[in-house]
Each structure stands twice: as structure tokens, then as C-alpha cells.
């Protein structure tokens, strides 16, 4: 019914930057709060940048300064600017939204896209 579709992922020098592009598509009425979760090998997923569905953002303290979340709300789209990054920031990024539904607008639930490798090397 609803899909997240991540693009913008690979590999990049220390130091380097790349941008990640998340857009939503398929049958909902909508998107309440969206945003970027990534997780390293052995280690937990975490937050990274998102809106909330209050309309705030809420960044990692590991990434303040360096990575800026924006949306295009007539797209549906959340992207995340990464600058100045580091090999701490290699992880399998995703895109994660808290969406209503098309068919009953209080039926909220977490959607998750399939996730984008960054790699960054030292």
C-alpha cells in the first residue's frame, strides 16, 4: 500500500558528502512525521535526523552540524544532506514515516524503506 524509496547511498571519502532522498508513494491520506534511522554492523538503530509529527526536527548529536533534513512536501520526499562526513557515519541508512491511512485516518502506523548502504572510507 505505501512504499519508501531510498536513493542517494555509496561510497565516499572522509571528509566528502552525499545526499539521501526518501519518497513516499502508494495509498495513504498523510505522512505525520518522517526522517532517517541508520544502523552499523553490531550495533543497535539509531536515530538520525527526523521531523517529527509535530513538526520539529530532531537530530543525532553525532551528526549536528553536518547533516541538514529537508522535505519537499509536494513530492512526499525527506532528504538528508551529509557533509563533512566520517567513517563513524558508515551504516545502512533508512527512511522511516509514521503515516495515516487512505481508508481510515486514524489508523497510524511506522513504515520502514529497504535501506541504503553509505560507506565511508579513511
Known amino acids: 500500500q505505501v512504499q519508501l524509496m531510498e536513493s542517494g547511498g555509496g561510497l565516499v571519502q572522509a571528509g566528502g558528502s552525499l545526499r539521501l532522498s526518501c519518497k513516499a508513494s502508494?495509498?495513504?491520506?498523510?505522512?505525520?512525521?518522517m526522517g532517517w534511522y541508520r544502523q552499523a554492523p553490531g550495533k543497535q538503530r539509531e536515530l538520525v535526523a527526523v521531523f517529527t509529527s509535530g513538526a520539529r526536527i530532531n537530530y543525532a548529536d553525532s551528526v549536528k552540524g553536518r547533516f541538514t533534513i529537508s522535505r519537499d512536501n509536494a513530492r512526499n520526499t525527506v532528504y538528508l544532506q551529509m557533509s563533512s562526513l566520517k567513517p563513524e557515519d558508515t551504516a545502512v541508512y533508512y527512511c522511516?514515516?509514521?503515516?495515516?491511512?487512505?481508508?481510515?485516518?486514524?489508523?497510524?502506523?511506522?513504515?520502514w524503506g529497504q535501506g541504503t548502504q553509505v560507506t565511508v572510507s579513511s
Open positions: 522511516n514515516a509514521d503515516i495515516a491511512s487512505a481508508v481510515d485516518h486514524n489508523i497510524r502506523r511506522d513504515y
Open positions: 502508494g495509498s495513504f491520506f498523510s505522512i505525520n512525521g
